[in-house]
């Protein structure tokens, strides 16, 4: 609450900060599994007395050079300007609490960059032992810079003992630490190779093509058998609920683990296609697929990785809209906007004050929504929504979909959310039903306020046909089993009697005739 947002309605800054990471992880896994490929394949060469494949290694020293300490080190500041803007609260938090293990990040850095350096330089000038220290030399801080920010990165999906003892150690080798090491260590080996591939269809010599592509092969293949069981170990050790949105319970990140698999499937058969079965297939736009699929996978596992610590930014500590657990205690009790010291509107005037609402939402909603923007877009998000279901679910918004924060602030500010994206956002009036949630509530009220946010009423009605009553009540007792992705209905036994009645009806109009009468009842009633 003590830093303004920069608001970027369309991009978002998640998606910014997405942008960059990704491309800059995906070229520092190439650094370092490179440094190793270097130095096995400049020693093949010399073991075989092959010019040519030593030539090969050199033209790959000269990317890697490039790739480290120009896009390595641009993409890197970049990621420090982006995540100091987009989230400064979680960013601060971090230097205070890891400052050491990001300068011993940045010596690692300095090493492996002055180490690439002289070994491109001294290729074929230097005696070849030294030569190949100087490689392994390489390899060995672009590990141990692996190494580093490996800690604080897993540290924010899982601070483990940390948030009991608070204790530098325990937060670092957190209980993520490890299999995240070695996965990460086998994907960028993986990369490596698939990058060589790259590289080998360019080559004119075909004899030496065919002895590199099978070598890059092999390298990917065994890269790859390495890395699935600590793939498997990593998603073991993921906590709880982050473990729940990997497993199904996020739509976004079922996205993404569906092009993560699709990836390296196509990973795994492009290579074995190209080394084993038809090397003649092994053209530039096979290689570039490949290079493709390598970039889709980081991408898809970055991506999960980010989305599984909703709605935290760290997991437990700070939630991603920047605000903490104590922060939204207090906004509950004393509103948010008087706390929030960036904030233009300081009170929300009445409970559909928009200009308060466009407020609150830059503050908690922006971090993961754009309006009208292509990722998470709120407006389509709440089309269907009414000012009251809207109202009514922004309530409860953490507990009907916990990757979102709670909502903090108190009714009027609530509503005032409510009114801007219904009203101020879409331009419909607020119109208030008949006040249903009390006593005389009917099935269809119920239904069209806790069911239809999500999916048309068609849809249940379609899903639902031939069931009977008692199969409908039993469902709505646990609806997160019947899919994963919806949340269980939190609501008294009676509201569910009363849904289910009216789920029923929507296939059995005999039944809809009784809670026709039954809405008149109502009417009458009130
Ligand atoms: C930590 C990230 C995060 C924050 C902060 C967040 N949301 Fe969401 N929200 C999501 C995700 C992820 C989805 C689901 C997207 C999908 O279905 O693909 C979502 C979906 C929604 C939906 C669609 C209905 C549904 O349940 O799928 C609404 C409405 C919504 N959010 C409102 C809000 C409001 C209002 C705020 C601010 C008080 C907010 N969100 C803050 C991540 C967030
Ligand atoms: C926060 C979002 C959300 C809410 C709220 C929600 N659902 Fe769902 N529901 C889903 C999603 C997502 C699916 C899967 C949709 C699909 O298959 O296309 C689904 C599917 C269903 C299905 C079909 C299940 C199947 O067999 O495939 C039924 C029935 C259903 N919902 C009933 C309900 C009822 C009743 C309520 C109100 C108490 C409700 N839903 C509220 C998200 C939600």
Redo the contacts with the bound molecule.
């Keep these: 609450m003590n830093y303004p947002v920069w608001y970027l309605p369309e991009i978002g800054g998640g998606t910014l900060i997405a942008l960059i990471a990704v491309a800059h992880v995906y070229v520092s896994h190439f650094a370092l599994g490179g440094g190793l490929y270097l130095v096995f394949a400049e020693r093949k060469g010399l073991r075989e007395n092959n010019r040519g494949i030593l030539e090969f290694t050199r033209t790959h020293a000269r990317f890697f050079l490039l790739m480290t300490a120009v896009f390595g080190a641009i993409s890197g500041v970049g990621i420090w300007f982006i995540i100091s803007l987009v989230n400064p609260v979680a960013t601060s938090f971090l230097i205070h609490n890891f400052l050491f293990a990001w300068a011993t990040e940045w010596v690692m850095f300095g090493v492996e960059t002055v180490a690439i350096f002289v070994y491109f330089y001294t290729f074929g000038k230097m005696d070849d032992r030294t030569h190949q220290k100087i490689g392994w030399i390489y390899f060995g801080a672009a590990w141990l810079s692996l190494f580093f920010i490996n800690g604080i990165i897993c540290f924010m999906l899982s601070p483990g003992d940390w948030t009991v003892n608070g204790d530098f150690w325990s937060g670092f080798f957190n209980p993520t630490f490890w299999p995240s090491f070695f996965f990460r260590t086998f994907v960028a080996f993986i990369f490596a190779g698939v990058y060589a591939f790259l590289t080998t269809s360019f080559l004119r010599d075909m004899e030496l093509k065919k002895t590199m592509s099978r070598f890059s092969g092999l390298w990917v293949l065994v890269s790859m058998l390495c890395a699935a069981p600590c793939g498997f170990w990593y998603l073991q050790s993921i906590p709880g609920q982050a473990r729940a949105l990997v497993d199904g319970a996020s739509?976004t990140i079922n996205t993404a683990v569906y092009y993560g698999i699709w990836a390296i499937a196509g990973i795994v058969i492009c290579t074995l296609v190209l080394i084993l079965l038809k090397p003649s297939l092994h053209t530039r736009p096979a290689s570039f697929a490949l290079f493709l699929c390598a970039f889709l996978f980081m991408g898809a596992f970055e991506w999960s990785r980010e989305a599984s610590r909703r709605p935290f930014v760290i997991n437990g500590v700070i939630y991603s809209n920047g605000l903490t657990p104590g922060d939204m205690a207090e906004a509950d009790r004393d509103g948010f906007l008087g706390a929030a010291r960036w904030a233009r509107v300081k009170e929300a005037q009445s409970d559909e004050d928009i200009e308060a609402g466009r407020e609150i939402f830059k503050f908690q909603c922006h971090a993961c929504h754009t309006v009208r923007g292509f990722n998470n877009d709120i407006v389509s998000r709440t089309r269907g929504m009414s000012y009251e279901a809207l109202d009514a679910y922004i309530g409860k918004i953490h507990q009907?979909?916990y990757f979102m924060p709670p909502f903090a602030g108190n009714d009027k500010e609530r509503g005032s959310l409510a009114a801007y994206l219904t009203k101020g956002l879409q331009g419909r009036e607020i119109v208030r039903e008949k006040p249903s949630a009390a006593g005389g509530a009917r099935g269809k009220g119920l239904?069209l306020k806790?069911?239809t946010?999500?999916?048309p009423e068609s849809?249940?009605k379609e899903?639902?046909h031939g069931w009977d009553l008692e199969k409908i009540r039993h469902?709505?007792d646990n609806?997160n089993a019947?899919?994963p992705?919806?949340?269980d209905?939190i609501g008294p036994p009676a509201e569910k009697d009363l849904?289910a009645g009216y789920?029923y009806s929507l296939n059995n109009p005999r039944a809809d005739e009784t809670e026709k009468a039954d809405s008149d009842d109502g009417r009458g009633a009130r």
């Design positions: 739509p009907i979909r239904f806790n069911c946010l999500c999916h849809l249940i899903k639902t469902a709505l609806l019947l899919q992705a919806m949340p209905f849904i789920i």
